[in-house]
């Protein structure tokens, strides 16, 4: 397929360095508007990617069953503490004020730090952002929530500013490949790189909303920055 769309309808095909996990699913041209999506009524879901590679998305569900990815934030090298009080509080405020706000991420958060003692839900109680666990961290539901959605009509529609998870499904996210006896192996496994932290915070955006860790009741609201005068 690349070969044609690059030689014969001269389009720009990005070389690829392996397999890209949604390739039978995604297509740039069902997934991703056409214009900035903007939030309707309804809370707004976190998907967070911990680590020293700090990724999320924003994103709504549909009432009909559909998912919005609103916007993303991809900060490398940033502590969850330092991309809460650079980028997410901020952009909640000044964007989405006075949305109800729930944040999901990898399990591991539950663990407590060395330092502190704090967990990465902890962290985000303390700014305002109510949190919890996904329902799991293993890679073949949280791939497979996001196909769910892929698959569905009006399943999944992702804004055009969140240019690095497009670029992710476009063709950075990889499986992991290894060399047997001199041939190339493709693994089970995504291939960590520049492009699978904001591919895991969509899956654990998706995973929730699928296998029901999103959760109804009370929860906080961030309230909008005060006007300077």
Not at 189 to 218: M, T, W
Request: one cysteine or more; hydrophobic letters at 40%.
């Amino acid at each position: 397929a690349d070969f044609i769309r690059s030689n014969m309808l001269c389009e720009f095909v990005r070389a690829r360095r392996g397999q890209p996990v949604f390739q039978d699913y995604y297509k740039r041209e069902i997934h991703v508007a056409k214009q900035e999506l903007r939030a309707g009524p309804g809370t707004l879901l976190l998907g967070v990617d911990f680590g020293l590679n700090f990724a999320a998305v924003i994103g709504q569900p549909l009432p009909t069953g559909g998912l919005l990815v609103l916007d993303e934030i991809v900060l490398p090298g940033y502590s969850l503490e330092e991309a809460l009080a650079d980028a997410i509080i901020p952009l909640l405020r000044l964007k989405y004020p006075n949305y109800a706000v729930q944040a999901y991420g990898d399990p591991a958060g539950m663990g407590r730090s060395p330092n502190d003692k704090r967990r990465a839900f902890d962290i985000f109680a303390e700014n305002g952002i109510a949190a919890a666990p996904a329902p799991t961290n293993s890679f073949p539901p949280r791939r497979d929530s996001v196909i769910f959605f892929l698959q569905r009509h009006g399943g999944l529609i992702i804004s055009p500013q969140c240019t690095t998870l497009i670029k992710a499904l476009d063709y950075g996210y990889i499986y992991k490949t290894t060399k047997v006896s001199g041939n190339v192996v493709t693994s089970a496994s995504a291939d960590k790189n520049e492009f699978s932290h904001i591919a895991d915070a969509l899956q654990y955006l998706c995973v929730s909303v699928r296998l029901g860790g999103v959760q109804s009741g009370p929860i906080k609201t961030v309230e909008p920055a005060p006007v300077a005068w």
